[in-house]
Nanobody, 115 residues
Framework: QVQLVESGGGLVQAGGSLRLSCAAS????????MGWYRQAPGKQRELVAA???????NYADSVKGRFTISRDNAKTTVYLQMNSLKPDDTAVYYC?????????WGQGTQVTVSS
């Protein structure tokens, strides 16, 4: 089992920044990808950014150039630096990890961007 704990959400004005963190614990050996998803009210959950065990990154077009995913050297914590936030970024952000073909999810953290 993999446990994921997110932190760093909150309320910010448009144009502001937030940094999300996700700490993985438990059976972390074998995690191949970690990433961030988000779900806005009435919308489907969507991928925001992901980073593979090799350090390759992938971003949704809507956040390219504004968001940056990174991780610590131990590869147990991933971060999402969010700059130039827009009201459309308002959502619950979920951390996710893939380990041997199984997906694990955090509890989610609310990000609200006011106009």
């Amino acid at each position: 089992q993999v446990q994921l704990v997110e932190s760093g959400g909150g309320l910010v004005q448009a144009g502001g920044s937030l940094r999300l963190s996700c700490a993985a614990s438990g059976s972390i050996f074998g995690i191949s990808v970690m990433g961030w998803y988000r779900q806005a009210p009435g919308k489907q959950r969507e991928l925001v950014a992901a980073i593979s065990k090799d350090g390759n990154t992938n971003y949704a077009d809507s956040v390219k150039g504004r968001f940056t995913i990174s991780r610590d050297n131990a590869k147990t914590t991933v971060y999402l630096q969010m700059n130039s936030l827009k009201p459309d970024d308002t959502a619950v952000y979920y951390c996710a990890a893939t380990r041997f073909g199984r997906n694990y999810w955090g509890q989610g953290t609310q990000v609200t961007v006011s106009s």
